[in-house]
């Protein structure tokens, strides 16, 4: 079982900055693409960016110049640097990933709140 264990949320004033981390319990060469995936209240949740095995970040609109995904190998992390922070970005951010072994296994983490004031 994959465990994905995030940390880094937080309270933010817009135009602030954090860094949020995505610790799995397993070599992340053993899983496919990883990504972070955001809900705001009333919401669907929805793609913030991803990054594959080979380190090809993809974004969505609404974060593309300001937030960048980057993964450390050696230490099984994923991270989401995000800067120019608006309160639209208020949301609980998740970690996922997933793995094919013949079938499709899918892992999310628990979540962790970014909330930005105005």
């Known amino acids: 079982q994959v465990q994905l264990v995030e940390s880094g949320g937080g309270l933010v004033q817009a135009g602030g900055s954090l860094r949020l981390s995505c610790a799995a319990s397993?070599?992340?060469?053993?899983?496919?693409?990883m990504g972070w995936f955001r809900q705001a209240p009333g919401k669907q949740r929805e793609l913030v960016a991803t990054?594959?095995?080979?380190?090809?970040?993809n974004y969505a609109d609404s974060v593309k110049g300001r937030f960048t995904i980057s993964r450390d190998n050696a230490k099984n992390t994923v991270y989401l640097q995000m800067n120019s922070l608006k309160p639209d970005d208020t949301a609980v951010y998740y970690c996922?990933?997933?793995?094919?072994?013949?079938?499709?296994?899918?892992?999310w983490g628990q979540g962790t709140q970014v909330t930005v004031s105005s």
């Open positions: 990054i594959t095995r080979s380190g090809s970040a």
């Open positions: 397993v070599s992340i060469f053993r899983l496919n693409d």
């Open positions: 996922h990933a997933y793995r094919v072994d013949g079938i499709l296994y899918d892992y």
